[in-house]
């Protein structure tokens, strides 16, 4: 099983429209949870953690299922502009392999939003 | 302003050549990264720094080699023995105190000719 998995897509959706995103993560001990976006040929950047009790930014709610070890995106009202990939992205314990504060990503998953 | 930068952004490299990247920081960040990225792969750690003068291999170390002398800087060298060196080269750094983002570079694009 990869350490992050998401749904490559891409997502094609008209402007207005809601969508999620789906995640899923193998390592139990995992600690700390984040939705990057990276535009075309651009570097990836913040989107928003994502928090135990679920964490909302204007039009982008994020959620953790540690049970399930799944991480979801929602976003609703699509613009134009949240045409991008969407990067899942974990964080392991601080004594996994050594790697404190190492980040995991997910390979992506691509949104195009049509007029 | 504070960030990361790298140069070059675009770099051309002939097969047999060692070619070094450039990443430097003045975010006052303890950790450091260099991560690689194929078309439609997720990004992959190749070195990281905690600290000045202490660097640990990544996933995907072999055919790389890194330095880390100063706080500020931590340049990449992809050698001649990496056997497929042409993808997207991105540096980042975090903050040392915490699990915080890590904040990118604009990244290096590397062709071998």
Redesign the interface.
Known sequence: RKE?EQD?GPFNVPEGATVAFNCTYSNSAS??F?WYRQDC??????LM?VYSSGNEDGRFTAQLNRASQYISLLIRDSKLSDSATY?CVV?PLANYG??????I????TKLSVKP | DGGITQSPKYLFRKEGQNVTLSCEQNLNHDAMYWYRQDPGQGLRLIYYSQIVNDFQKGDIAEGYSVSREKKESFPLTVTSAQKNPTAFYLCASRDGLSYNEQFFGPGTRLTVL
């Open positions: 992050v490559p600690q700390s984040f040929r651009k570097e990836p950047k913040l953690s990067l964080s050594g790697s404190q504060g190492n980040l990503f997910g390979k992506g």
